[in-house]
């Protein structure tokens, strides 16, 4: 069969195979699954017993109560309290105090019965756990739970919390080998193994809810770009510390002005960010001067309190620093520097509240005449500074280990419905979404350019060859060129062909069929194929990521103790 095809149908053709290749090829795969959990006031009600009131995660545990975790760098196993924990024995606080049950129930998040849940052998939980174990916490116990995170189930080995007063609700694992996030991954329950935390807050006058993230970060929680930083295996001094950072300059300000130095550069501090504790800790030095401070520009006389002096009042689960209210409002704020580049502001009432603790009923209280400052009245062990929730209030946290870099952001204070972002690829190839993406579309582009250069040269041979010999078509003959001179062999012929051989009536050659230059392919919007760099315009005060590793320099190091 013989087609007759004008350059013209020759490039329509040509053109679209390959516009549909571009289309085929820049399609990206579906975004991988994130879980979204929600982080904040933790209520579980007892029938038969006192209600939990906490603050935390709360979960589901299969054929047990539900109980309230918050997360943990401390541990790659989740922990969980077991009701042994509020047994005899262990109803004296680390402080001396002695507890009513209602008030351990409500300190631990609640507790699950050991015998309702599956056994499993504890093995191997010493090696994972070297943060928990250098608590001098034994691990006695292990259960085989089945968790439920809203919609989402998981099945995986957890370690009892039975005894000891180092803790006070249970941890959901998140160190660097997190037992969760690689048991997630592996049912395709999420997609990466990182987690996205939006801290809230727990001031008294702005308090909000926060969010973790499981398999990306919360794309809602942001206000500026991130900043990125390494996550460290090494231990700092004894303690697990995956999330270090470099503090370069730390002020107290009054009515947002600097009244007090207390690091500059010149002296660095490198500290832990450790979202399962709430306050500040601070070494024994640094601990005494914010005394002074207080009292310095409140013109208190009246020295800190013990937590055994307000006993009869409230049970305080983390005791900062507490004093009789003073005639003077402190109104202070920290400002902090993080490796030269990143500035936080940590305002007065995130910094500074009435004393809150649990009542003999394990419910939430105030207590009006006492102020605390939320920084732990005691200093923190090995002298190792950590930065608690007080200090994420203002930040987002943002940890990938399958990059193993952690990155901080200015929060979203008004942030609304989140909006989860996976930071993982397409499962088939395990690449990032954005860069598998970018990589398509580049492909497609290569492919599109490759076809139009030799449709360019195609009918640019055409033209020549059309303008030598003067023919005005082409013949596809079995996919092959070939060019065919007219026969004339009937009458009307004939008469044609006399007519060409007049003098004057050589025929003049049409018009070449016109040809549309293809200059390139546009309209195709790139994404970042890195999830951590946002689209937001740098500035002085948010500039892009620069990538920096965090030093290990410092001049304190370490903690042994979780509370």
């Not at 690689?182 to 909000?208: D, H």
């Not at 973790?212 to 900043?227: I, R």
């Not at 580049?341 to 009006?368: A, K, M, S």
């Not at 051989?501 to 018009?511: D, E, L, R």
Request: glycine residues 8%; contains cysteine; aromatic residues 6%.
């Amino acid at each position: 069969m013989v087609l007759h095809m004008r350059p013209t149908l020759v490039s329509t053709v040509l053109l679209s195979n390959a516009i549909t290749i571009v289309a085929q090829t820049s399609t990206s795969c579906p975004n991988p699954s994130t879980i979204e959990l929600k982080l904040g006031n933790c209520t579980i009600l007892g029938p038969e017993q006192a209600d939990v009131n906490s603050w935390g995660i709360r979960i589901g545990v299969l054929n047990s109560s539900g109980l309230c975790v918050v997360p943990s760098t401390v541990v790659n196993t989740t922990f969980l309290t077991s009701s042994e924990i509020c047994g005899d024995g262990q109803m004296v606080d680390v402080n001396g105090i002695t507890m009513t049950a209602a008030q351990c129930r409500s300190r631990r998040g609640g507790y699950i019965t050991r015998s309702s849940v599956p056994t499993a052998p504890t093995d191997s939980l010493d090696q994972q756990n070297q943060g928990w174990i250098g608590i001098k916490n034994v691990i006695q116990f292990a259960a085989n739970a089945t968790l439920q995170l809203l919609t989402e189930t998981v099945t995986m080995v957890e370690g009892l919390i039975t005894d000891g007063q180092q803790s006070t609700t249970s941890h959901l694992g998140l160190a660097s080998s997190s037992i969760l996030l690689q048991t997630l991954k592996g049912t395709g329950q999420i997609g990466a193994l990182s987690w996205g935390l939006n801290s809230g807050s727990q001031s008294v006058e702005f308090p909000r809810d926060g969010s973790l993230v499981l398999g990306g970060y919360d794309s809602a929680s942001l206000a500026g770009s991130f900043y990125e930083y390494d996550v460290v295996l090494d231990k700092l001094n004894n303690r697990i510390c995956p999330l270090q950072i470099l503090i370069t300059g730390l002020t107290l300000n009054i009515n947002g002005e600097v009244v007090e130095t207390i690091v500059d550069n010149s002296d660095k501090l490198a500290a832990c960010i450790e979202p399962y504790d709430n306050l500040f800790r601070l070494p024994k030095s640094d601990l005494g001067r914010f005394k002074d401070f207080y009292t310095k520009y409140t013109n208190s006389t009246a020295g800190a309190l013990n937590p055994s002096d307000y006993k009869s009042t409230l049970l305080n689960l983390e005791p900062g620093i507490v004093y009789p209210k003073p005639a003077g409002a402190f109104n202070a704020s920290l400002r902090f520097t993080i490796n030269n580049e990143l500035t936080v502001d940590i305002p007065h009432y995130e910094f500074e509240r009435p004393l809150r603790g649990l009542d003999e009923n394990g419910t939430v209280v105030l207590d009006q005449r006492n102020t605390e400052l939320q920084i732990y009245g005691s200093p923190a062990p090995e002298d190792a500074p950590v930065l608690g929730k007080a200090f994420l209030s203002q930040l987002y946290l943002f940890v990938d280990y399958d990059r193993m870099k952690f990155s901080l952001a200015p929060q979203n204070l008004e942030a609304g419905t989140p909006l989860p972002k996976s930071s993982g690829g397409c499962p088939s190839s395990g690449t990032d979404t954005d860069t598998d993406s970018h990589t398509n579309l580049r492909t497609g582009l290569i492919v599109v350019g490759a076809v139009l250069g030799a449709l360019l040269f195609l009918l640019v041979v055409l033209f020549v060859i059309h303008k030598v010999r003067g023919l005005p078509e082409c013949l596809v003959v079995a996919g092959t060129w070939s060019r065919k001179r007219k026969q004339v062999k009937d009458p009307v012929d004939a008469e044609v062909a006399a007519e060409l051989q007049k003098p004057n009536g050589a025929s003049q050659p049409g018009s070449p069929a016109s040809l549309r230059a293809v200059d390139g392919v546009g309209g195709a919007q790139q994404r970042d194929p890195n999830p951590q760099a946002l689209n937001q315009p740098a500035s002085p005060r948010n500039p892009a990521p620069l990538g920096i590793p965090v030093s290990n320099v410092g001049r304190r190091a370490a903690m042994t103790d979780v509370s």
